[in-house]
């Protein structure tokens, strides 16, 4: 499956974005899908994940009751509804697939950059 993150962009603090992404095929509602980040200088963090059916989420710690994970298996699409973003969101925002639900990450997006200034 091919992944296509969107939505990034420059927000200040207290504000909000969603972000999209995309994956081709037929088969999308196999897959767990994730997002995750990584800000300049550190290591890449998880953030959500959803189940395949959509039921299922997971966040985490760090924006646990800011941002909510979502999608939809008929448009082949994950969504990240980011609110209350802060500086410390500032990072290149991934998407993710996994194929067998094991925390094993098939497929990655390009990535989209979150900027957000105080």
């Known amino acids: 499956v091919q992944l296509q993150a969107s939505g990034g962009g420059l927000v200040q603090a207290g504000g909000s974005l969603r972000l999209s992404c995309a994956a081709s095929?037929?088969?999308?509602?196999?897959?767990?899908m994730g997002w995750f980040r990584q800000a300049p200088g550190k290591e890449r963090e998880f953030v959500a994940t959803i189940s395949r059916s959509g039921v299922g989420t997971h966040y985490g710690d760090s924006v646990k009751g800011r941002f909510v994970i979502s999608r939809d298996n008929a448009k082949s699409a994950v969504y990240l509804q980011m609110n209350s973003l802060k500086p410390e969101d500032t990072a290149v925002y991934y998407c993710?697939?996994?194929?067998?639900?094991?925390?094993?990450?098939?497929?990655w997006g390009q990535g989209t950059l979150v900027t957000v200034s105080s």
């Open positions: 095929g037929r088969t999308f509602s196999r897959y767990v």
């Open positions: 993710a697939a996994d194929s067998n639900g094991d925390d094993n990450w098939d497929y």
